[in-house]
């Protein structure tokens, strides 16, 4: 059972990373020199000191896209990278008085809600991406009939310095497709990162 635990979290870990891997789809979000952010490429160096300006630059294209409905009704979010969660946990400790409290004393989550939006980081970007936008809009589309199916080989071929070794091969699958409309992808962000 810990086995199938683990090859299911790892199935979990490849979809995330195709899902991730969309940025070429994505609207560029980056640094236009001078301090500001918007629709660029050049790469944002995301610390505590530039993370707000992220999201505020983000929300406010999302606004110029016509989005505010879709994201009003959706909600906004970011896919940090696990030193830009950081530097959002830095910027949550020394602003405001209950929220710098709350975080100092607890840290904050994996999932967090700050600055009207949610906030999630993982481990499986492509680097120098970070993801935003509006929720429910990039589409992740998975077969049921094969995932997390296991499958077992007994005796499967394997080559060892002695010889053939007697053994059971247990692997599994998924198959899953990653889209989004063409007519929302400005609501989609590749924030380049450095």
């Known amino acids: 059972m810990e086995m199938a635990e683990r090859q299911g979290a790892q199935l979990n870990e490849v979809i995330e990373a195709a899902s991730l891997g969309n940025h070429a789809n994505w609207t560029n979000f980056g640094d236009l020199g001078g301090g500001s952010y918007g629709l660029g490429t050049g790469q944002i160096t995301i610390n505590a000191s530039t993370i707000d300006n992220v999201i505020r630059g983000v929300r406010r294209e999302v606004i110029t896209a016509n989005g505010m409905d879709l994201m009003n ?109 063409l007519g929302l992808l400005s609501l989609l962000f590749d924030v380049n990162a450095a």
Do not use: C
Not at 145 to 168: L, M
């Open 73 to 181: 009704a959706n909600g906004l979010f970011f896919v940090w990278r696990a030193a830009d969660f950081e530097a959002l946990e830095e910027f949550a400790q020394s602003n405001g008085f209950n929220l710098a409290d709350k975080a100092l004393k607890n840290g904050i989550p994996q999932a967090y809600y700050f600055m009207d939006s949610y906030h999630y980081v993982s481990n499986s970007h492509t680097a120098n991406h970070v993801f935003a936008g509006v929720r429910k809009i990039q589409r992740i589309g998975i077969l049921k009939s094969t995932y997390g199916r296991i499958y077992e080989n007994q005796d499967p071929y394997f080559a060892a310095a002695s010889g053939v070794v007697s053994a059971i091969g247990v692997n599994s699958r998924v198959d899953y497709g990653v889209s989004a409309p």
